[in-house]
């Protein structure tokens, strides 16, 4: 049977093909503002990260950008002066980090790996993290926060975009009567991997704040700032209803 990991790499692919929103790289001219100190990023869909989570100047500090393939955020971290690695494993999103960095001329560690094994890094590598909404797309992620923060320097920081679960709570958008069974699960439920299938959605899993944030607490980190976003389109964005969390965390000294 088929990894569901790779389900969703073969999923992704099939998104940055159509052109998905997450998966268009920056433009030249982007990377010309960053390097001229104009520049935002997102953890999640419309809120850009305050620039004191990044803790002060990024020259020469090593980043690693977990699950945040697609030549969007990397390159902006390399225009500021980073030592960068990107970890994903969707090919299309690894060959846009690729063409991105070629076509500005930086360096940085291009890596396709599956982030629910051991991260392919040496015990406290990295000064920041930063990780992208990408959680839904795993089933456990306790233990890709235990990676974290063994990769992290003793101070160095985790900035994750998180779904709070909103999303997964109805069938579909055509029967909002019917509500979901917790967690959402689809290797374990056959309707919900039906729902998935239906709509091309890959393999997606909801997790508890108990599970993302209590996960980060678990494994040592300290959580210092959060915020909360919308999916920016659809019912719950037009209701104004949260459905992502961003949260920073240190590891302590």
């Not at 697609?70 to 500021?80: E, W």
């Amino acid at each position: 049977m088929e990894n569901y990991q790779d389900i969703n790499a073969s999923t992704i692919d099939r998104w940055v093909e159509e052109g998905w929103e997450w998966g268009k790289p920056i433009s030249h001219q982007e990377y010309l503002d960053a390097l001229a100190g104009n520049w935002k990023m997102f953890l999640t869909p419309t809120k850009p990260v305050p620039k004191e989570w990044f803790g002060g100047s990024l020259k020469g500090k090593k980043v690693l950008g977990l699950a945040s393939g697609g030549g969007q955020q990397m390159p902006i971290f390399a225009a500021l002066g980073a030592e960068c690695a990107v970890l994903d494993y969707s090919p299309c999103q690894i060959e846009s980090e690729r063409m991105v960095s070629e076509r500005e001329g930086y360096q940085i560690r291009i890596i396709r790996a599956d982030m629910t094994k051991p991260l392919p890094f040496e015990d406290g590598e990295f000064d920041l993290i930063f990780h992208p909404v990408s959680n839904c797309y795993v089933r456990e992620v306790k233990p890709i926060f235990r990676e974290c923060y063994r990769v992290l320097k003793p101070g160095g920081i985790l900035l994750s975009g998180l779904d709070n679960g909103v999303n997964f709570f109805f069938i579909d958008e055509e029967h909002r009567e019917k509500l979901n069974f917790f967690p959402f699960d689809p290797l374990t439920n056959p309707e919900q991997r039906k729902m998935l299938e239906e709509e091309d959605d890959g393999m997606q899993f909801s997790h508890t704040m108990e599970e993302q944030i209590g996960g980060q607490l678990e494994a040592g980190f300290r959580l210092t700032h959060l915020y909360e976003d919308t999916n920016g389109e659809g019912t719950f964005h037009e209701h104004n209803i949260p459905s992502f969390v961003a949260t920073r965390a240190v590891k302590e000294k």
